[in-house]
């Protein structure tokens, strides 16, 4: 069997990983039992480059039960598993992921996902396309479309279809509704705080709490911070976002500011040095950095180490760096996703509804007509399932609009009485 993990011996741990998510996950069970039955990937090679967690797990199991082929690699150095790793090796399935990857060694299991020739992609940071495109373009013609998972991976794509440079379909699952909704926010605000916790376990209560942006992920990271206790000081670029964060109760201003009162800095914009050398210059003795973007660039961790005399690891996912002047600064995670590298990422719950959206939309894209090479948005018919199927899970139970009300609603005769 082809594979590359970190130790086999984990797998029985991983095993129970994946169970725990399993069953935190019925939507994606309701689809398995579907797939099982109807096998609509039968016969396809699907490369998929996520972070390497249970949810993950789950997923190829789904992918698997409907006839597919999964090889899979992880979609960050330090994101990976190594207990699921090694369990889903052990069933079977070509995983080349460990946790703690150099550059090179990232590349390395990129590729030998794309050695497989997959005729579907599945992208979390557009890894596998970018890779595909600039250095394995002999398996284009063989790609029948892809997908993708973060905000990060479709601004690079759809930068690539604006280029003409994009060779096949992708659909950006990101975008939906029942994924960045949820996902991004409640997923990211929860496990975002998750990471910090494990690393510091310092309190938040009565914390100055800086959140880079106000996307998405942030609000989320925003909201639960506050639900902490934490003083929430919000930073934005765009004013319609920073608005909003004012009408949701946070402080807002420039970073430059912010660095000068906060405790705990949180980026999650998908830019680069939203945290800058010059706002470390101004922050206090024991700051903490962690960031939340799917790339480590949000953070300038070339700024830090170059103001630096000394760095040392206090704890797992916590690095201190002694600056000239005797302040001390702490990142965490390397600075990569905080809420993957610290924690376990996004609770199965939310990661139900994003799989959910994957495993349909890779079948649709399977069996459906062959597409131009743009980018294109999810259909509307797989959102609406998958949020009927998590309510219906969930067990809780909507109104249905009335005839009456139909008519309402379609009517523009209708307006004052
Ligand atoms: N940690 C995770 O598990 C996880 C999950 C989903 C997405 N992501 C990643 O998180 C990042 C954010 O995703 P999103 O869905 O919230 O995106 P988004 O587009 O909704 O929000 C990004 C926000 O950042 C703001 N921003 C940009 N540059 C800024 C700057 N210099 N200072 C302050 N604000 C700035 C933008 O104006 C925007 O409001 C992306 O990289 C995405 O891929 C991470």
Same mark, same amino acid.
């Given at each position: 069997m082809d594979y590359k993990v970190k130790d086999m011996g984990l797998a029985d741990d991983g095993e129970l990983l994946i169970e725990w998510a399993r069953s935190h996950m019925p939507v994606l069970a309701l689809i398995k039992r579907r797939f099982e039955e109807e096998r609509p990937l039968e016969g396809v090679r699907l490369g998929a480059c996520l972070h390497a967690t249970k949810e993950t797990a789950v997923l190829v199991k789904t992918l698997e039960a409907g006839g597919g082929e999964v090889f899979l690699c992880g979609s960050n150095p330090l994101s990976t598993n190594d207990e699921v790793a090694a369990a889903l090796a052990r069933d079977g399935t070509p995983v080349y992921a460990w946790r703690g990857q150099t550059t090179e060694e990232y590349y390395w299991c990129v590729n030998r996902v794309l050695d497989h020739?997959?005729?579907?992609?599945?992208?979390?940071?557009?890894?596998?396309?970018?890779?595909?495109?600039?250095?394995?373009?002999?398996?284009?013609?063989? &790609?029948? +479309?892809?997908?993708?998972?973060?905000?990060?991976?479709?601004? $690079?794509? %759809?930068? =690539?279809? #604006?280029?003409?440079?994009?060779?096949?379909?992708?659909?950006?699952?990101?975008?939906?509704?029942?994924?960045?909704?949820?996902?991004?926010?409640?997923?990211?605000?929860?496990?975002?705080?998750?990471?910090?916790?494990?690393?510091?376990?310092?309190?938040?209560?009565?914390?100055?709490?800086? &959140?880079? +942006?106000?996307?998405?992920?942030?609000?989320?990271?925003?909201? $639960?911070? %506050?639900? =902490?206790? #934490?003083?929430?000081?919000?930073?934005?670029?765009?004013?319609?976002?920073?608005?909003?964060?004012?009408?949701?109760?946070?402080?807002?201003?420039?970073?430059?500011?912010?660095?000068?009162?906060?405790?705990?800095?949180?980026?999650?914009?998908?830019?680069?040095?939203?945290?800058?050398?010059?706002?470390?210059?101004?922050?206090?003795?024991?700051?903490?950095?962690?960031?939340?973007?799917?790339?480590?660039?949000?953070?300038?961790?070339?700024?830090?180490?170059?103001?630096?005399?000394?760095?040392?690891?206090?704890?797992?996912?916590?690095?201190?760096?002694?600056l000239k002047d005797g302040r001390r600064l702490y990142l965490l995670a390397e600075g990569r996703l905080v809420n993957l590298a610290a924690a376990e990422g996004h609770p199965s719950e939310v990661m139900d509804m994003s799989f959910a959206d994957q495993a349909l939309v890779a079948e649709w894209l399977w069996n459906g007509p062959r597409l131009e090479p743009r980018v294109y948005e999810v259909p509307g018919e797989i959102d609406a399932t998958v949020a009927r199927l998590k309510l219906e899970g969930m067990g809780v139970e909507i109104d249905k609009l009335t005839d009456e009300q139909e008519r309402y609603l379609r009517s523009w005769k209708e307006g004052t009485v």
């Open positions: 020739g997959p005729m579907i992609t599945m992208d979390d940071g557009a890894d596998l396309v970018n890779t595909i495109h600039s250095s394995r373009t002999e398996i284009i013609d063989g &790609v029948k +479309g892809g997908s993708e998972e973060t905000t990060t991976g479709v601004i $690079r794509l %759809r930068a =690539m279809e #604006a280029d003409g440079a994009l060779r096949y379909p992708i659909v950006a699952v990101n975008d939906t509704d029942t994924k960045y909704m949820f996902d991004n926010r409640y997923g990211t605000g929860q496990s975002t705080i998750d990471g910090i916790l494990r690393a510091t376990a310092v309190m938040l209560a009565g914390k100055t709490f800086v &959140v880079g +942006g106000y996307g998405w992920c942030a609000r989320g990271i925003a909201l $639960r911070a %506050r639900g =902490m206790g #934490a003083n929430v000081v919000v930073t934005e670029v765009n004013p319609l976002r920073a608005l909003e964060a004012v009408m949701d109760g946070f402080r807002v201003m420039p970073m430059m500011e912010a660095a000068r009162i906060g405790d705990i800095f949180v980026t999650s914009t998908g830019d680069i040095n939203v945290v800058d050398g010059k706002h470390m210059e101004a922050m206090k003795d024991g700051a903490i950095m962690a960031n939340s973007g799917h790339f480590n660039v949000e953070i300038n961790i070339p700024a830090l180490e170059k103001m630096s005399t000394g760095k040392r690891r206090l704890r797992p996912s916590l690095d201190e760096y002694r």
